[in-house]
C-alpha cells in the first residue's frame, strides 16, 4: 500500500537531513500531540457537556468559551514540561506566562490563539489553534513583552491546526508549507500537500460583508473593486483559520480591514497581531503570496503591545498589492 508519509516519519527524515532543527522538530511533534487533543476534546464538546460560556470576559473583552478555557490550559501545561519554551503569549492570558523552571534553559518563546473562532464550537462549525514560535531574545528578561514583539519576519515557525471535517496541521519553517491530515482512526498526521501556493485566480473574497458600511472609503472602493471589477465570490466562515486554508487552497483574499461601527471616525480593526496577524502572514508570503494592514507589509510589523489589534488584508499577492497602491 502506498502511504504519505506520517509527521513521525517527515520529522525524523527533517532531522537527519538538518540536525540543527532539533528543537524544531521536537516543538513541531508536541505541536501535532495538542493538535490530537483538541480535535478529540472539540469532536466530543457537545456529549462532553464543554460547549458554552465560562462566565469570564478575557483582556480583549470577549466572553470566554469553556473550550476557550480547557484548550489554553493545554497549551501551556503541556508545553511547560517540554522545556522549550521560555514564556508563552496567549488571546487568554492578560501577561506573559512565564514557564517557570522547565522554561530555564529554552532559547524559544510561543505565541497562541489556542481555539480561534470558538463561538463556531456551539453550531458545529470549524476552529482553529494559531501557533508563532520565536528565538528568545536574551538580551531582554523572558516574561519582558518584547519577546513577542519581534517583526513577523524573525518567525522560525508558524501555523495552524483547523479541526473541520478533517483536522489539518499546516505550518511553514521557512521553506514553504506543510499540509499534514490527522487519520483519526490511526492516530497520525499524514502528509497532505507541501510546497503549498496560491492559485493565481482571484475568484474569491473572504470578508463579513455586514461590515460594509462600517469601513473607510478606500477598504469600500476595494470591495467594490473585488466584486464588479473581479468578479469575486463571497465565502466566509468567520474563524480565520477556516478562511485563511480555503483562501490557500482556492485562491483569493482574507480581509480584516478596522472598522467605525460607532461613526465617530475612529476605525478600530479586530484580529490580534502576535498570535494571529503575523503567524498567517508568515505562511501566505511562503505560499508565494502577501499580507498587509494596509500600508505595510504584515512581516515588517514588529508592534508595541502583546494584545495590539491589526486590519489584515492577505492573500492573492497581486490583488493585496492592489489594495497597498490605492491605499
Ligand atoms: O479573532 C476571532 C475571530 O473569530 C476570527 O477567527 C475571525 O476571522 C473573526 O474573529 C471574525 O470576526 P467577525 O465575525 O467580526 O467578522
Not at 513521525?8 to 537531513?17: A, G, H, Y
Not at 492570558?93 to 506573559?96: A, G, H, I, L
Given at each position: 500500500?502506498?502511504?504519505?508519509?506520517?509527521l513521525?516519519?517527515?520529522?525524523?527524515?527533517?532531522?537527519?537531513?538538518h540536525?540543527?532543527?532539533?528543537?524544531?522538530?521536537?516543538?513541531?511533534?508536541?505541536?501535532?500531540?495538542?493538535?490530537?487533543?483538541i480535535?478529540s476534546?472539540?469532536?466530543?464538546a457537545g456529549?462532553?457537556?464543554?460547549?458554552?460560556?465560562?462566565?469570564?470576559?478575557?483582556?480583549?473583552?470577549?466572553?470566554?468559551?469553556k473550550l476557550?478555557?480547557?484548550?489554553?490550559?493545554?497549551?501551556k501545561?503541556?508545553l511547560?514540561?517540554?522545556?522549550?519554551?521560555?514564556?508563552?503569549?496567549?488571546?487568554e492570558?492578560?501577561?506573559?506566562v512565564?514557564?517557570?523552571?522547565?522554561?530555564?534553559n529554552?532559547?524559544?518563546?510561543?505565541?497562541f490563539?489556542?481555539?480561534?473562532?470558538?463561538?463556531?464550537?456551539?453550531?458545529?462549525?470549524?476552529?482553529?489553534?494559531?501557533?508563532s514560535v520565536?528565538?528568545?531574545?536574551?538580551?531582554?528578561?523572558?516574561?519582558?513583552?518584547?519577546?513577542?514583539?519581534?517583526?513577523?519576519?524573525?518567525?522560525?515557525?508558524?501555523?495552524?491546526?483547523?479541526?473541520?471535517?478533517?483536522?489539518?496541521l499546516v505550518?511553514?519553517?521557512?521553506?514553504?508549507?506543510?499540509?499534514f491530515?490527522?487519520?483519526?482512526?490511526?492516530?497520525?498526521?499524514?502528509l497532505?500537500r507541501?510546497?503549498?501556493?496560491?492559485?493565481?485566480?482571484?475568484?474569491?473574497?473572504?470578508?463579513?460583508?455586514?461590515a460594509?458600511?462600517?469601513?473607510?472609503?478606500?477598504?469600500?472602493?476595494?470591495?467594490?473593486?473585488?466584486?464588479?471589477?473581479?468578479?469575486?465570490?463571497?465565502?466566509?466562515?468567520?474563524?480565520?483559520?477556516?478562511?485563511?486554508?480555503?483562501?490557500?487552497?482556492?485562491?483569493g483574499v482574507f480581509?480584516?480591514?478596522?472598522v467605525?461601527?460607532?461613526?465617530?471616525?475612529?476605525?478600530?480593526?479586530?484580529?490580534?497581531?502576535?498570535?494571529?496577524?503575523?503567524?498567517?502572514?508568515?505562511?501566505?508570503?511562503?505560499?508565494?503570496?502577501?499580507?498587509?494592514?494596509?500600508?505595510?507589509?504584515?512581516?515588517?510589523i514588529?508592534?508595541?503591545?502583546?494584545?495590539q489589534?491589526?486590519?489584515?488584508?492577505?492573500?492573492?499577492?497581486?490583488?493585496i498589492?492592489?489594495?497597498?497602491?490605492?491605499?
Open positions: 500500500m502506498n502511504l504519505p508519509p506520517t513521525s516519519q517527515f520529522l525524523i527524515k527533517e532531522l537527519t537531513d540536525p540543527e532543527k532539533h528543537d524544531l522538530v521536537a516543538i513541531m511533534s508536541d505541536l501535532a500531540t495538542i493538535g490530537k487533543i480535535s476534546h472539540t469532536n466530543r456529549v462532553a457537556g464543554i460547549i458554552g460560556n465560562a462566565e469570564k470576559i478575557n483582556i480583549q473583552g470577549e466572553e470566554v468559551k476557550d478555557v480547557f484548550c489554553n490550559d493545554l497549551c501545561n503541556y511547560r514540561q517540554t522545556g522549550n519554551f521560555a514564556a508563552m503569549a496567549s488571546e492570558e492578560d501577561e506573559v512565564d514557564m517557570g523552571e522547565f522554561g530555564k529554552a532559547k524559544y518563546v510561543i505565541a490563539d489556542p481555539l480561534d473562532g470558538s463561538h463556531n464550537v456551539e453550531v458545529n462549525l470549524p476552529v482553529g489553534t494559531i501557533f520565536n528565538k528568545l531574545l536574551p538580551q531582554f528578561d523572558r516574561t519582558n513583552e518584547k519577546q513577542f514583539l519581534q517583526p513577523g519576519r524573525d518567525q522560525v515557525l508558524a501555523g495552524y491546526i483547523l479541526y473541520s471535517a478533517s483536522t489539518v505550518f511553514s519553517w521557512g521553506d514553504g508549507v506543510y499540509e491530515t490527522l487519520d483519526q482512526g490511526v492516530g497520525e498526521f499524514l497532505t507541501e510546497k503549498m501556493s496560491f492559485p493565481s485566480e482571484c475568484e474569491i473574497y473572504s470578508f463579513n460583508e455586514g460594509y458600511k462600517y469601513l473607510a472609503n478606500q477598504d469600500k472602493k476595494f470591495i467594490d473593486y473585488l466584486k464588479e471589477e473581479k468578479k469575486c465570490s463571497l465565502r466566509y466562515v468567520a474563524a480565520m483559520v477556516a478562511d485563511v486554508h480555503r483562501t490557500l487552497i482556492k485562491g480581509l480584516h480591514p478596522a467605525d461601527k460607532k461613526e465617530t471616525g475612529e476605525f478600530k480593526p479586530k484580529l490580534r497581531l502576535n498570535y494571529e496577524a503575523k503567524p498567517m502572514a508568515y505562511l501566505v508570503e511562503q505560499a508565494g503570496g502577501l499580507a498587509t494592514d494596509g500600508k505595510f507589509n504584515l512581516l515588517e514588529a508592534g508595541e503591545s502583546l494584545h489589534r491589526v486590519p489584515v488584508f492577505l492573500g492573492n499577492k497581486e490583488v498589492d492592489y489594495h497597498l497602491k490605492i491605499n
